[in-house]
């Protein structure tokens, strides 16, 4: 089934830098959600967004929904090594179904 | 603690062998997903049960069941095992459809 694709797959940024990572799907979503995945750990969520465009924030975390919703991001601002680990964007309803998909992930090293 | 509980933590059995992993959701989810996670790989999406029932199947292998019981609890049965089928499997819970889902601490699934 159809997958959303999250790009980079690595990332390795310096302490105190910015990035952002990205999800991509060739279908409109009804909805975005992104997990994160501490190295050892469990999946936790973050965040879903569901309106087109929303933008939402948590700390140093910005999460936003495309126009179109075919697409979502996550901005990180000032990265510390505590935002180490791999984070997910999931499509709760896949193709109208009830599966919960969960993109290829962005794994996030930190440079101190 | 999500409030998600599997058992065992870890496991290790021999090819061909047939292993069965528990899973209890949070009090009050109906929703539970089965993830199976190798190394460096994503979270691969293996079936999903709504109060009982299965609701969605994802690339889950012939030789692997699973069932929801009246109390809600899940067991993930994979049978013939093989050396590729060590991983970290994953189960996670949720209210319904869309509602964020918690996971598990996991289960290490080592097959020699």
């Known amino acids: 089934g159809q997958q959303v694709m999250q790009i980079p797959q690595y990332q390795h940024v310096q302490e105190g830098e910015d990035f952002t990572t990205y999800c991509n799907s060739s279908?409109?979503?009804?909805?975005i959600q992104w997990y994160k995945q501490r190295p050892g750990g469990h999946p936790v969520f973050l965040i879903q967004?569901?309106?087109?465009?929303e933008v939402k924030k948590q700390k140093r975390l910005t999460f936003q929904f495309g126009e179109a919703k075919k697409n979502s991001s996550l901005h990180i601002t000032a990265t510390q090594t505590t935002d180490v680990g791999t984070y997910f964007c999931?499509?709760?309803?896949?193709?109208?179904?009830?599966?919960?998909?969960f993109g290829k992930g962005m794994k996030l090293t930190v440079n101190p | 603690d999500s409030g998600v509980t599997q058992t065992p933590k870890h496991l290790i059995t021999a090819t061909g062998q047939r292993v069965t992993l528990r899973c209890s959701p949070r009090?009050?989810?109906?929703?539970v997903y089965w993830y199976q996670q190798s190394l460096d790989q994503g979270l691969q999406f293996l079936i999903q049960?709504?109060?009982?029932?299965?609701?969605a199947k994802g690339n889950i292998l012939e030789r692997f069941s699973a069932q929801q019981f009246p109390d809600l609890h899940s067991e993930l049965n994979l049978s013939s095992l093989e050396l590729g089928d060590s991983a970290l499997y994953f189960c996670a819970s949720s209210v319904g459809r869309t509602p964020e889902a918690f996971f598990g601490q996991g289960t290490r699934l080592t097959v020699v």
């Open positions: 279908t409109t979503l009804s909805n």
């Open positions: 999931a499509d709760p309803l896949q193709g109208g179904s009830e599966k919960l998909v």
């Open positions: 009090s009050g989810d109906l929703s």
């Open positions: 967004l569901v309106k087109s465009g």
């Open positions: 049960y709504y109060n009982g029932e299965e609701r």
